[in-house]
T-cell receptor, first 111, second 116 residues
């Protein structure tokens, strides 16, 4: 069964303290792995799509990487405005364009 | 760029009443469309997705249904709401980005439904 597990559930950082969020997935024939940012009460905001092991994408302080079993979202020198829930999702297997989401990681960055 | 509209933004409905949530997409044609539900503090649960007009795949065999009467319109319905239907309902579209050669999924602002 296709599955996505994110860890940790919550992460508290000091401003400037770099860290990584993990997304482990089980899907046969990955079509794509997505990362999103979600602020309270709003719809998720698209960040990245990754397709193959070894692929990396960057946007400002965020860098996403992909292996055959997991993806990491690295946050370099975070600021308080990076506080949000970060969601990971996959498409693939027999599901075609069906998208399966993880439960998310709530990130808190303190000034 | 595409824009996703959802309405209403908030809705309070009694148990047993009907439901109709509408999603429309601008700026893209023939998109894959999705309905998700998010319970408080939880991840997104896929309810339905559609790859074209009249084509609906259901992931949740409950009292909800979806329809796609037009290319860029996706409707979520219920004949009789349950308390457990409360949540944050999100519409999304999957778009091919030619520049980045990748699929990107964009979400609407959501509808917060409270069933009382």
């Amino acid at each position: 069964e296709d599955q996505v597990t994110q860890s940790p559930e919550a992460l508290r950082l000091q401003e400037g303290e770099s860290s990584s969020l993990n997304c482990s997935y089980t899907v046969s024939g990955l079509r794509g792995l997505f990362w999103y940012r979600q602020d309270p009460g709003k719809g998720p905001e698209f960040l990245f799509t990754l397709y193959s092991a070894g692929e990396e994408k960057e946007k400002e302080r965020l860098k996403a990487t992909l292996t055959k079993k997991e993806s990491f979202l690295h946050i370099t020198a975070p600021k308080p405005e990076d506080s949000a829930t970060y969601l990971c999702a996959v498409q693939g297997g027999t599901g075609g364009f069906k998208t399966i989401f993880g439960a998310g990681t709530r990130l808190f960055v303190k000034a | 760029s595409q824009t996703i509209h959802q309405w209403p933004a908030t809705l309070v409905q009694p148990v047993g009443s009907p439901l109709s949530l509408e999603c429309t997409v601008e700026g893209t044609s023939n998109p894959n469309l999705y309905w998700y539900r998010q319970a408080a503090g939880r991840g997104l649960q896929l309810l339905f997705y559609s790859v074209g007009i009249g084509q609906i795949s259901s992931e949740v065999p409950q009292n909800l249904s979806a329809s796609r009467p037009q290319d860029r319109q996706f409707i979520l319905s219920s004949k009789k709401l349950l308390l457990s239907d409360s949540g944050f309902y999100l519409c999304a579209c999957l778009k091919w980005n030619r520049q980045g050669s990748s699929y990107e999924q964009y979400f609407g602002p959501g509808t917060r439904l409270t069933v009382t």
